[in-house]
């Protein structure tokens, strides 16, 4: 059974940090880039960073750039999401998401849609929760 796996997410003051983790399982995720997304309250889910496992190439969102950090573990099947610096707006559920039919790229990550279906990955996890407080 193919899963993707979030997990680290919880409650943090403004300024503090937490590191999200992606657990890929079922699929090998060599062939995969493998993307963070999130979605706030009434809002699109948007890409934050993503790496493609087989170069390491990366890409992150301007929003984040300087405090988030994304990574993998590629023997452990596992991407991860520094976050540090967090502020009030980073508050959302986190997901990861694979595909294997595209590239980690700025213009895959600037997909925006009402329907997961828009966004065209293989496949999603359920998702994490950051709340960050002022």
């Known amino acids: 059974e193919v899963q993707l796996v979030e997990s680290g997410g919880g409650l943090v003051q403004a300024g503090g940090s937490l590191r999200l983790s992606c657990a890929a399982s079922?699929?090998?995720?060599?062939?995969?880039?493998i993307g963070w997304w999130r979605q706030a309250p009434g809002k699109e889910r948007e890409g934050v960073s993503c790496?493609?496992?087989?170069?390491?190439?990366?890409y992150t969102a301007d929003s984040v750039k300087g405090r988030f950090t994304i990574s993998s573990d590629n023997a452990k099947n596992t991407v991860y999401l520094q976050m540090r610096n967090l502020k009030p707006e980073d508050t959302a559920i986190y997901y990861c998401?694979?595909?294997?039919?595209?590239?980690?790229?700025?213009?895959?990550?600037?997909?925006?849609?009402?329907?997961?279906?828009?966004?065209?990955?293989?496949?999603w996890g359920k998702g994490t929760l950051v709340n960050v407080s002022s």
């Open positions: 998401s694979a595909d294997a039919w595209d590239r980690c790229t700025a213009q895959a990550m600037g997909v925006k849609g009402e329907n997961i279906a828009d966004y065209g990955m293989d496949y």
């Open positions: 790496i493609q496992i087989s170069d390491g190439s990366l």
């Open positions: 079922g699929f090998s995720p060599d062939y995969y880039w």
